[in-house]
C-alpha cells in the first residue's frame, strides 16, 4: 500500500510538473503575444501619427500653392502696367501743361486718357496721393529736401516730381517727392 500511496504521489508529481510546464510555456505564449501585441499597437499609433502629419503637410502646400497661383494671377500684369506708366506720366504733363495754357490739349486726347486710366485702374492699379501728407519713406522716394515755409509743413511732402502706383495693394512704383526739413 505504501508503494501504492508512493506512485499515486509520484504521477501527481509528474502530473503537475506537466502541468505547470504546460502552463510555462503557455504563459510563455501569452508574454511574447502580447510584446507582439505593444509592438503592433506602437507601430500603429506611429504610423497613424506620420499619416497625419504627411496628410496636414499636403494640405498646407495645397493652401500654399493656391495662394501662390492667386497673387501670380493678381501681379500677372504688373510688367505690362509698369511698361505703360510712363505713357500716363506724359499724358499728365501734357494735361497739366494745357490747363497754365501753354499747349493746346484736345478733347479726344482727354478721352484717350481717361479709357486709359481707367482701363488700368480697373485692373487695380491705384495712384498714390503724396502732395501734402507726411513723407513715409515705405510710400515715398525723397528726391531732395528744401526748407519748410512753415513750421506746420515739417516732415510733409511738399510736391510730387513722379507719382506712386499701386497695383492690388502692392507698390510698383515709389511716389518721388520733394519733402520739407
Same mark, same amino acid.
Given at each position: 500500500?505504501?508503494n501504492?500511496?508512493k506512485?499515486?504521489?509520484?504521477?501527481?508529481a509528474?502530473?503537475?510538473?506537466?502541468?505547470?510546464?504546460?502552463?510555462?510555456?503557455?504563459?510563455?505564449?501569452?508574454?511574447?503575444?502580447?510584446?507582439?501585441?505593444?509592438?503592433? &499597437?506602437?507601430?500603429?499609433? @506611429?504610423?497613424?501619427?506620420?499619416? /497625419?502629419?504627411?496628410?496636414?503637410? $499636403? =494640405?498646407?502646400? #495645397? +493652401?500654399?500653392?493656391?495662394?501662390?497661383?492667386?497673387?501670380?494671377? &493678381?501681379?500677372?500684369a504688373? @510688367?505690362?502696367?509698369?511698361?505703360? /506708366?510712363?505713357?500716363?506720366?506724359? $499724358? =499728365?504733363?501734357? #494735361? +497739366?501743361?494745357?490747363?497754365?495754357?501753354?499747349?493746346?490739349?484736345?478733347?479726344?486726347?482727354?478721352?484717350?486718357?481717361?479709357?486709359?486710366?481707367?482701363?488700368?485702374?480697373?485692373?487695380?492699379?491705384?495712384?498714390?496721393?503724396?502732395?501734402?501728407?507726411?513723407?513715409?519713406?515705405?510710400?515715398?522716394?525723397?528726391?531732395?529736401?528744401?526748407?519748410?515755409?512753415?513750421?506746420?509743413?515739417?516732415?510733409?511732402?511738399?510736391?510730387?516730381?513722379?507719382?506712386?502706383?499701386?497695383?492690388?495693394?502692392?507698390?510698383?512704383?515709389?511716389?518721388?517727392?520733394?519733402?520739407?526739413?
Open positions: 500500500m505504501f501504492k500511496i506512485e499515486f504521489m509520484s504521477n501527481q509528474e502530473e503537475t510538473s506537466q502541468k505547470k510546464a504546460k502552463k510555462d510555456k503557455h504563459s510563455e505564449k501569452e508574454i511574447a503575444l502580447q510584446i507582439e501585441l505593444d509592438t503592433l &499597437k506602437s507601430e500603429l499609433e @506611429e504610423s497613424k501619427d506620420k499619416y /497625419l502629419r504627411l496628410f496636414a503637410e $499636403f =494640405d498646407n502646400f #495645397k +493652401k500654399r500653392s493656391v495662394k501662390e497661383r492667386f497673387e501670380l494671377m &493678381k501681379t500677372a504688373q @510688367e505690362t502696367i509698369t511698361a505703360l /506708366l510712363p505713357v500716363l506720366d506724359d $499724358f =499728365d504733363r501734357a #494735361k +497739366k501743361s494745357a490747363e497754365s495754357g501753354a499747349e493746346f490739349f484736345s478733347e479726344g486726347v482727354q478721352l484717350v486718357y481717361h479709357k486709359l486710366y481707367s482701363i488700368l485702374e480697373h485692373k487695380g492699379l491705384k495712384c498714390m496721393e503724396s502732395t501734402g501728407v507726411d513723407f513715409d519713406p515705405e510710400w515715398h522716394e525723397a528726391i531732395t529736401d528744401i526748407p519748410a515755409p512753415s513750421e506746420e509743413m515739417k516732415g510733409k511732402v511738399i510736391d510730387t516730381v513722379e507719382k506712386g502706383y499701386v497695383l492690388n495693394d502692392k507698390i510698383i512704383r515709389y511716389a518721388k517727392v520733394v519733402v520739407a526739413k
